[in-house]
């Protein structure tokens, strides 16, 4: 979208009736240049129309104009997901939630139940487990996984899939197995593993790639679905995720990967005014689709500013809690282990080709120390290529664990790190098992030795794998304080304003909507978030008891505290 300039509209726009006033406030602007607070915000058509006092704002009210009084309430740019997954979140809220779960018994409990009450062949599909978080390990296991017995004797007639906490794995029962054809001769996949026991069985767990052989099976299943059920699950799935979002401040939510069919549904539902906050969505797509049909899905602020697409999403390696993380020596925990590459170099730099030639972001995961010193090799390559190519904002999606040697890359070369706050304080028991004091230190989750470097940070939670609320990834940002009170590595923390850049202007800016939103200034979208506390000022932990008053999207209040 086209705006008049910034500096035109306070003449242009002065004396005009707005639509909404939110006054007797304390709004953070997040803006540079300007005023750093102000106390009430005047809306017009979508648009901020003026900032100031709440004085200032009465030559704006009009017989029409809602006026509401915030009684000294924190507001603030509209908190921007940085990393999740969109209709991941809204599948998530239609499965079983197992993210909770202390051992691997309360969950067969949890499938148990849920078996007897499915239809037989129905699947049962749960997400959020993480062995390495439950009170007592799991007996029998294979390297920390449980194995699957227990699991298919609760449910014998019903395929079941339940997908690790990080994604990048999946326990699934013997009728699982069955329907996905997986027996003592299935192969590994490439940049996968089938998980086997000594006897060469499989023990359900399927890591990476792996995971694939039994989703083909899942998808068969819900390819028995008329188109207009298609379409009602697609919808529940977009409307689910967009209401946990509003309830928890959100105005604009990044998508870490959709096919060309999950962006072309949501964009009709972006256009006929159905879509009830921003997206921001990377394509998932394999090359050789990309090359016969990206450029067509190149979107820039579709229905009225509420949908672009201008990304391309790949992923290095894996998560850390599987192992899967691609790391430049073992695992301190398991020696003969370093991780997977997921993808092959030569794809990703056939998709780079593809990117920088089309206008396109490249955004690629990348978790442990080896998958980003790969990708910013393949990064440093193609803009080495393409000297005439600049302010390209190519993304790193997580940077998690990194080798010293590559943290200034990040500022010099002008990549993004898209990391999710909260990850470090909920992977933080189990990273120093994986990675050993010297490396975590020296690496894992580094926003201190990034932001000195000038790299920008975008920040996030990666929903589905954690919860999407901003505050506990703020606060983790600002305290890296873990469950038992201690702090992981504290010199490495965002202060309080950087760590609000990093969910608004800079979330922004990694996505080249800076002049659109990310703070607040005349112009920009109406995209408000108020709060019951101001987090900027407010004891450390008094940020966790901090609650969401309004998200305002487009100058439209998508949601009201009760």
């Known amino acids: 979208m086209r705006f008049a300039p910034a500096l035109l509209l306070p003449a242009l726009l002065l004396g005009q009736t707005a639509d909404l006033i939110l006054?007797?406030?304390?709004?953070?602007?997040?803006?540079?240049?300007?005023p750093a607070t102000v106390q009430a915000v005047a809306v017009r058509d979508g648009k901020i129309l003026a900032l100031g006092t709440t004085a200032a704002m009465a030559k704006h009210k009009g017989p029409k104009t809602e006026v509401i009084d915030l009684k000294g309430a924190f507001g603030m740019p509209g908190f921007i997901e940085g990393h999740g997954h969109f209709t991941g979140l809204g599948a998530f809220k239609r499965s079983l939630n197992i993210r909770n779960a202390k051992t691997w018994n309360e969950i067969v409990g949890m499938v148990g139940a849920a078996a007897k009450e499915a239809r037989p062949g129905q699947w049962i599909v749960g997400r959020g487990f993480h062995q390495s978080k439950w009170d007592t390990p799991p007996s029998p296991s294979v390297q920390g996984f449980p194995v699957h017995d227990e699991l298919s004797k609760v449910s014998p007639n019903n395929p079941v899939i339940l997908t690790h906490a990080s994604g990048h794995a999946t326990m699934v029962n013997a009728k699982a197995l069955e329907m996905a054809g997986i027996n003592k001769t299935t192969k590994d996949p490439e940049g996968g593993e089938i998980l086997r026991d000594s006897n060469g069985n499989a023990t359900g767990l399927l890591n990476e790639r792996a995971q694939g052989l039994t989703r083909r099976a899942y998808n068969e299943y819900l390819a028995k679905r008329t188109p207009a059920e298609v379409e009602a699950d697609d919808k529940l799935e977009v409307q689910l995720a967009a209401n946990e979002c509003l309830q928890k401040g959100i105005t604009s939510f990044q998508d870490a990967g959709s096919n060309f069919r999950t962006v072309s549904f949501i964009k009709k539902m972006a256009e006929s005014g159905e879509l009830p906050l921003r997206l921001w969505m990377m394509l998932n797509v394999p090359v050789e689709d990309l090359e016969v049909d990206g450029s067509k899905y190149r979107w820039l602020?579709?229905?009225?500013?509420?949908?672009?697409?201008?990304?391309?999403?790949?992923?290095?390696d894996g998560a850390l809690g599987p192992r899967g993380a691609w790391l430049l020596e073992p695992y301190a925990d398991l020696p003969d282990r370093s991780g997977m590459n997921t993808e092959s170099i030569a794809n990703m730099e056939k998709t780079a080709e593809w990117a920088i030639n089309n206008g396109f972001q490249l955004c690629i995961h990348a978790i442990g120390d080896r998958g980003n010193r790969e990708v910013l090799d393949i990064f440093e390559r193609s803009f080495k290529k393409h000297p005439e190519k600049k302010n390209l904002r190519w993304r790193v999606e997580h940077a998690q664990h990194l080798s010293a040697q590559d943290i200034p890359r990040f500022g010099k070369l002008g990549v993004i790190a898209a990391m999710q706050g909260v990850h470090c304080t909920s992977d933080a028991p189990y990273v120093l098992a994986r990675l050993?004091?010297?490396?975590?230190e020296e690496g894992a989750y580094v926003w201190r030795k990034l932001l000195d470097s000038g790299a920008v940070i975008a920040n996030g939670t990666d929903a589905p794998v954690e919860d999407v609320d901003p505050l506990p990834s703020f606060y983790a940002s600002v305290s890296r304080k873990l469950a038992d009170g201690t702090k992981f590595y504290p010199a490495q923390n965002m202060t309080r304003m950087e760590a609000l850049r990093s969910y608004t202007l800079d979330a922004a800016f990694a996505a080249f909507e800076e002049q659109e939103k990310g703070s607040l200034k005349v112009g920009k979208f109406a995209d408000i978030t108020v709060l019951s506390k101001d987090i900027l000022t407010v004891p450390e932990d008094d940020i966790l008891k901090t609650e969401v008053l309004y998200t305002i999207v487009g100058g439209k209040v998508r949601y009201k505290r009760k």
Not at 301 to 316: D, E, F, Q, W
Not at 436 to 440: E, I, P, S, T
């Open 436 to 440: 050993g004091a010297k490396r975590a």
């Open 23 to 34: 006054e007797n406030g304390k709004f953070a602007t997040v803006e540079k240049s300007g």
């Open 301 to 316: 602020g579709a229905g009225n500013g509420y949908l672009t697409v201008r990304a391309i999403k790949r992923a290095a």
